[in-house]
T-cell receptor
């Protein structure tokens, strides 16, 4: 398995500002992912964070709004840019450990974002 | 296209009752993986089980058991002798071998165990 931490755990932000969420894994991983969970909803994949190259975004998500970095095998950031109240969600990072062949994703505790 | 359906939005049972959470999936791949995750009120997503499409054996882990049936495209989850700590939202999920590890989640079932 993998232990994943996220910072911040929660934040309240003003409309128009940006927030960067950090995701740290305790072991080297192959894939890292970012999800959004809107209130009372399921998880929606935002993008796959690729190490050393640009992230791969899912339909409906764009780099200008959700820029992602992945400088190494254990760390990634997601920025929510020019926020609006509709961006209020839980943002979760997940990772698939290199040591496992099953590609099982383990999740961080999430970042609860409220945009006023 | 891949899809996961959890028809039960909410279930409420009294402690010590058995409860089954249903999951039906759709995929065109012959190689795929099915998952169950638990999300307690604290919000973190806890991995419970992974099953690959070639392994239809049922699995039991303590009070938890899983029934995988390819003939009906179902991967149901049963909690035996439920406890209040089992109260959570449970997500069934699917990953196709051709999809570079991307997981598609069902809509989730909110399980409430009453004392």
């Amino acid at each position: 398995s993998a232990v994943i931490s996220q910072k911040p755990s929660r934040d309240i932000c003003q409309r128009g500002t940006s927030l960067t969420i950090q995701c740290q894994v305790d072991s080297q991983v192959t894939m890292m992912f970012w999800y959004r969970q809107q209130p009372g909803q399921s998880l929606t994949l935002i993008a796959t964070a690729n190490q050393g190259s640009e992230a791969t975004y899912e339909s409906g998500f764009v780099i200008d709004k959700f820029p992602i970095s992945r400088p190494n095998l254990t760390f990634s950031t997601l920025t929510v840019s020019n926020m609006s109240p509709e961006d209020s969600s839980i943002y979760l990072c997940s990772a698939a450990p290199l040591a496992e062949i099953t590609d099982t994703q383990y999740f961080g505790p999430g970042t609860r974002l409220t945009v006023l | 296209a891949q899809k996961v359906t959890q028809a039960q939005t909410e279930i409420s049972v009294v402690e010590k009752e058995d409860v089954t959470l249903d999951c039906v999936y759709e995929t065109r791949d012959t190689t795929y993986y099915l998952f169950w995750y638990k999300q307690p009120p604290s919000g973190e997503l806890v991995f419970l089980i992974r099953r690959n499409s070639f392994d239809e054996q049922n699995e039991i882990s303590g009070r938890y058991s899983w029934n995988f049936q390819k003939s009906t495209s179902s991967f149901n989850f049963t909690i035996t002798a439920s406890q209040v700590v089992d109260s959570a939202v449970y997500f069934c999920a699917l990953s196709e071998a051709s999809s570079a590890s991307k997981i598609i989640f069902g809509s989730g079932t909110r399980l409430s165990i009453r004392p």
